[in-house]
């Protein structure tokens, strides 16, 4: 198996990606339990630990949404069990309410939050920054700058979290957590306990006040533990050169540090001051390693967290030394940084002339410019069907498409924003497709509303606003577009799912069953492959009054032919064909393009969906040997 070779024995070097190499650091720390919801860039640590789970004695599995995931987690380290919870940084919003109360409950056994950011952003609705959570929670974060680091600090912060009885947030980024290096493998540790968990309310029941003082008191003395083990103990924070020049920074900007004053050749001239341990900022240790400095700069992704700490610092000290922050420096707040940007930031704040950093430009190639490219709905997407059949409801009901707000939802349908579709209105949070189209009918918008959700997306965040629709009666159609995995991350399992990932045998949760069990009597299941009825039944549905579900449900085109479903491409019969472009023009599918002045079907890419079959006006296209749409 291809995740099996993280399995090596000690000393072993390795390629791995950073999020194999916390897995690998998972199971050399004794990890029993791992769990997360699928979300770039951490999904792979999971995706890593899932199949080979059993035969390493750990139950790996994904949970239903972040703050479920963490509960579980935080119920594990409860009894003494080792655990680790993996989300990307939105997700910690979801899972929040938790993770602020366990650092007043504290663990028993080391606990491990990984929370990857995506500055870009990459794959991510926001460039969130996720390390103030870890001052408003008041747990110690951890930031390693590489995969090597990533490993190694995953089994230092567990030492930390059980020395400290806190849990502990391992801050990545998605350059760490994506990029490919080197790993020389260590010790896998073998940690046999006995699960138990003890009556103890003063710690683990927040009803009392007098108690909730109490235990923050106790965590804020743990904090001050955290700094003399994480530094004195376990070695965290690292001092590189003794120039006068001082540089302070984290994670990956440290690579992008190092690899700018060796282009620009000043190593001699600065010191590296990196922080590991970036909260709570360990004051000691920089104040120890500023002596000397002429002058700071700070260099990090994203917001001034560490500029504003050191300020703060140094003003506490009476100290007067100059720092260089974002605005000094001219390091952005938006997006991320890279070698170039670094080394005008290293010019400006050692004074060196223009040329310098010119060269450095040129070695990073920072003037490319590559064309946009926005990302399309795969061929034969089953949402394509979802949303052309959705448009064409609305418009043989004699309503106008823009006169229909279509609520947006978080996963791969939120594509349907491009041309020729442009249908959704929105795309907010996870879930937050039917609460907005709920305050949309409750502030009293006359025509219909309709909310847009994923499965998984549905089962992560969209129940509850579905059980309010229930309740107040709301008049809201939700259109649930089940693609029978969480496709836009990698195609993990979903609660329909009979085995996930790891071979484990679980009960299927089926979405209609929900939808029914919570009292909504308007329940349909269409195929969006067969435009023809969906489109009916949508019709029909936009004019019910109240709430109406449908389940347009087809498995994911990717996922259906890495199984061997794929149907063969149908053909154009250019006798017939006009070249009018409907197909194209309708449904932007990227299996259909123009060759020769006319269209045709790029067959490579073709999976025989047959929607281009039903949509053309002519019976041009015909189709082969998919029985599921017909020639309209």
């Known amino acids: 198996m291809e995740h099996e070779r993280i399995l090596g024995e000690p000393g072993q070097r390795v390629l791995l990606m950073g999020n194999e190499a916390i897995a690998r650091g998972a199971i050399e720390s004794s990890v029993k339990v791992a769990t997360g919801y699928p979300g770039t860039p951490s999904s792979e640590v999971l995706m890593t630990l899932m199949p080979i789970s059993s035969k390493i004695g750990m139950y790996a599995e994904w949970a239903v949404n972040e703050k479920?995931?963490?509960?579980?987690?935080?119920?594990?380290?409860f009894a003494g069990i080792r655990a680790l919870v993996t989300m990307k940084a939105p997700g910690l919003n979801v899972a929040s309410d938790s993770v602020v109360s366990s650092a007043y409950t504290g663990v028993n056994g080391g606990l491990v939050l990984l929370v990857a950011d995506d500055p870009g952003p990459h794959t991510t609705q926001t460039e969130q920054d996720s390390r103030w959570y870890a001052k408003l929670i008041k747990i110690p974060?951890?930031?390693?700058?590489?995969?090597?680091e990533a490993k190694d600090y995953i089994k230092k912060s567990y030492a930390?979290?059980?020395k400290t009885q806190l849990p502990v947030m391992f801050r990545t980024t998605t350059r760490v957590n994506h990029t490919v290096g080197d790993v020389v493998l260590g010790e896998i540790e073998v940690i046999e306990r006995t699960p138990s968990f003890e009556f103890n309310p003063k710690r683990y029941i927040r009803a009392s006040m007098q108690w909730n003082m109490d235990r923050h008191k106790w965590l804020l003395k743990q904090l001050e533990l955290v700094k003399d083990i994480a530094v004195k103990e376990l070695g965290f924070n690292k001092v590189e050169g003794d120039g006068e020049y001082c540089i302070i920074t984290s994670g990956v900007s440290y690579n992008y540090v190092l690899e700018s004053i060796e282009r620009l050749n000043v190593r001699e001239k600065v010191k590296i001051i990196k922080l590991e341990l970036t909260f709570p900022i360990p004051s000691n240790f920089i104040l120890e390693n500023i002596r000397g400095c002429k002058q700071i700069l700070v260099v990090?992704?994203?917001?001034?967290?560490?500029?504003?700490?050191?300020r703060s610092l140094l003003q506490k000290h009476g100290i007067n030394i100059k720092v260089w922050g974002k605005e000094e420096a001219g390091i952005p707040e938006v997006g991320e940084l890279n070698p170039a940007v670094v080394a005008e930031a290293l010019r400006r704040f050692l004074g060196l002339s223009e040329?310098?950093?010119?060269?450095?430009?040129?070695h990073v190639n920072s003037k490319i410019l590559i064309p946009s490219r926005p990302p399309p709905l795969c061929p034969g997407c089953p949402h394509r069907g979802s949303y052309f059949s959705l448009i064409r409801a609305i418009r043989r009901n004699g309503l106008r498409k823009q006169d229909v707000p279509v609520m947006g939802d978080i996963g791969c349908y939120a594509l349907s924003l491009e041309p020729p579709l442009e249908a959704i209105w929105t795309e907010h949070a996870m879930g937050a497709s039917i609460g907005l189209a709920l305050g949309l009918k409750i502030a009293g918008y006359s025509k219909p509303v309709v909310a847009t959700i994923g499965d998984s997306t549905f089962f992560h965040a969209g129940l509850p606003a579905l059980v309010e629709a229930v309740n107040k009666n709301i008049d809201v159609l939700v259109l649930i577009l089940?693609?029978?995995?969480?496709?836009?991350?990698?195609?993990?399992?979903?609660?329909?799912?009979?085995?996930?990932?790891?071979?484990?045998?679980?009960?299927?949760?089926?979405?209609?069953?929900?939808?029914?069990?919570?009292?909504?009597?308007?329940?349909?299941i269409v195929?969006?492959?067969?435009?023809?009825?969906t489109t009916k039944v949508l019709q029909e549905a936009l004019k019910k009054p109240g709430v109406k579900v449908v389940i347009a449900r087809r498995e994911c085109s990717l996922q259906a032919m890495r199984k061997g479903i794929r149907y063969t491409p149908p053909i154009i019969d250019y006798n017939k064909c006009t070249n009018c472009m409907a197909c194209i023009r309708s449904l932007g599918c990227t299996a259909l393009t123009?060759?020769?002045?006319?269209?045709?079907?790029?067959e490579e890419l073709c999976n025989g969906c047959n929607m281009c079959v039903q949509v053309c006006p002519f019976n041009a296209i015909i189709p082969r040997d998919n029985p599921l749409a017909k020639p309209r």
């Open 300 to 310: 990090e992704e994203l917001d001034p967290y560490l500029e504003e700490n050191v």
């Open 160 to 162: 930390l979290s059980e």
């Open 355 to 362: 040329d310098s950093s010119n060269l450095m430009r040129k």
């Open 141 to 148: 974060m951890i930031e390693p700058s590489s995969p090597q």
């Open 482 to 524: 089940d693609n029978v995995s969480v496709a836009m991350t990698g195609h993990q399992s979903t609660p329909e799912f009979m085995v996930t990932e790891s071979g484990r045998k679980v009960k299927p949760v089926m979405i209609e069953d929900v939808v029914r069990g919570i009292g909504v009597e308007n329940v349909w």
């Open 594 to 602: 123009i060759r020769d002045g006319k269209v045709a079907i790029i």
């Open 68 to 77: 479920v995931a963490f509960e579980i987690g935080l119920g594990a380290a």
């Open 527 to 533: 195929d969006p492959y067969d435009l023809r009825e």
